[in-house]
C-alpha cells in the first residue's frame, strides 16, 4: 500500500488549496478513505472521511462548510478541496487508509496559511 499526498503550499488567509493523494497497492474502489492533519504541538484530527463508493462523507467540525473531500476511483485518488482557509488550518494533512489488520499513512503534505 503506497499513498502520496501533493498540493500543499503557503496560501494567504482566504485563500484555497487542493490536497490529492495518490493511492497504489490495493483495490482503491473498495476502502474508505480519510484525510488528517496534524499542528505542532497538537494531536492528529480527522478533518474529512469518504465512503469507497464517494456517497457518503464525514467532516470535522471545524472545517464543515469550507472544506471538501472527494475521490475518483478511476484514477485512484482522494482530493481534499479547502476554501477558505484561515490560520489555525495550518498542519501537516496526511492521507489514510485501513484494513482490519493495519492502518496506512502517507507521508504528509505541509499547509501553511499565513500573510
Known amino acids: 500500500v503506497q499513498l502520496v499526498e501533493s498540493g500543499g503550499g503557503l496560501v494567504q488567509p482566504g485563500g484555497s488549496l487542493r490536497l490529492s493523494c495518490a493511492a497504489s497497492?490495493?483495490?482503491?474502489?473498495?476502502?474508505?478513505m480519510r484525510w488528517y492533519r496534524q499542528a505542532p504541538g497538537k494531536e492528529r484530527e480527522l478533518v474529512a472521511r469518504?465512503?469507497?463508493?464517494?456517497?457518503?462523507?464525514i467532516y470535522g467540525d471545524s472545517v464543515k462548510g469550507r472544506f471538501t473531500i472527494s475521490r475518483d476511483n478511476a484514477k485512484n485518488t482522494v482530493y481534499l478541496q479547502m476554501d477558505s482557509l484561515k490560520p489555525e488550518d495550518t498542519a501537516v494533512y496526511y492521507c489514510?487508509?485501513?484494513?482490519?489488520?493495519?492502518?496506512?499513512w502517507g507521508q504528509g503534505t505541509q499547509v501553511t496559511v499565513s500573510s
Open positions: 489514510n487508509t485501513n484494513n482490519p489488520f493495519k492502518n496506512y
Open positions: 469518504i465512503s469507497s463508493a464517494g456517497g457518503s462523507t
Open positions: 497497492g490495493f483495490t482503491f474502489s473498495s476502502y474508505v
